[in-house]
């Protein structure tokens, strides 16, 4: 399994745009790298998922470089209710089981 | 009711009580997960059924006890608990197999235990 690395934490104020990088050295040719939100007593929140190049949504920007070995979730414009924990997951699709496994994650904090 | 929905919310429980908790999913998904969350520690995933397969994690003590008699329906069944079992356990649920794309999990909201 792909371990990654991020960030234990990051501050950062209102109407800034943030991006919080996750290294996943390992990874392997079919894994596709997704990223969570979770709020204080909730369950993790899907953000966004990507293979490579860049996905947009409307939510978030994901960057991958041409060698996967990381990958970096954009949030513009970020406001107070974007604070919370931001997972990075590398995992494959497919299978017949998937052991997803969470890190530590990046606690961003947000400040007027 | 759509998502994962998890019950209890809440459950306070003593070292010799037998409880369970109780998950659903309404997605159609065909895999379903307990997470344990504890006080400032990441994710840990306990156990995964996945296309009728179920994967543990080996590192969870016997007092948990999953069951799940369908793809919509999760358990965790709990007995003779210490107080460092206390947590938010999360359950999730998955389609295995998509393609393209990995697994996206979809939480419940959780079910945060107390073990006196």
């Known amino acids: 399994l792909a371990k990654t690395t991020q960030p234990i934490s990051m501050d950062s104020y209102e109407g800034q745009e943030v991006n919080i990088t996750c290294s996943h050295n390992?990874?392997?040719?079919?894994?596709?790298i997704t990223w969570y939100q979770q709020f204080p007593s909730q369950g993790p929140r899907f953000i966004i998922q990507?293979?490579?190049t860049k996905v947009t949504n409307e939510v978030a920007s994901l960057f991958i470089p041409a060698d996967r070995k990381s990958s970096t979730l954009s949030l513009p414009r970020v406001s107070l209710s974007d604070t919370a924990v931001y997972y990075c997951?590398?995992?494959?699709?497919?299978?017949?089981?998937?052991?997803?496994?969470f890190g530590t994650g990046t606690l961003l904090a947000v400040q007027p | 009711e759509t998502g994962v929905t998890q019950t209890p919310r809440h459950l306070v429980m003593g070292m010799t009580n037998k409880k369970s908790l109780k998950c659903e999913q309404h997605?159609?998904?065909?895999?379903m997960y307990w997470y344990k969350q504890s006080a400032k520690k990441p994710l840990e995933l306990m156990f995964v059924?996945?296309?009728?397969?179920?994967?543990e994690n080996n590192s969870v003590p016997s007092r948990f006890s999953p069951e799940c008699p369908n793809s919509s329906h999760l358990f965790l069944h709990l007995h003779t608990l210490q107080p460092e079992d206390s947590a938010l356990y999360l359950c999730?649920?998955?389609?295995?197999?998509?393609?393209?794309?990995?697994?996206?999990?979809?939480f419940g909201a959780g079910s945060r235990l107390t073990v006196l």
């Open positions: 997951l590398v995992g494959k699709y497919g299978g017949a089981t998937n052991k997803l496994i």
């Open positions: 997605l159609g998904h065909n895999a």
């Open positions: 990507g293979y490579k």
């Open positions: 999730a649920s998955s389609q295995v197999g998509q393609d393209p794309g990995a697994n996206v999990l979809t």
């Open positions: 390992n990874i392997a040719t079919n894994d596709y």
């Open positions: 059924y996945s296309l009728e397969e179920r994967v």
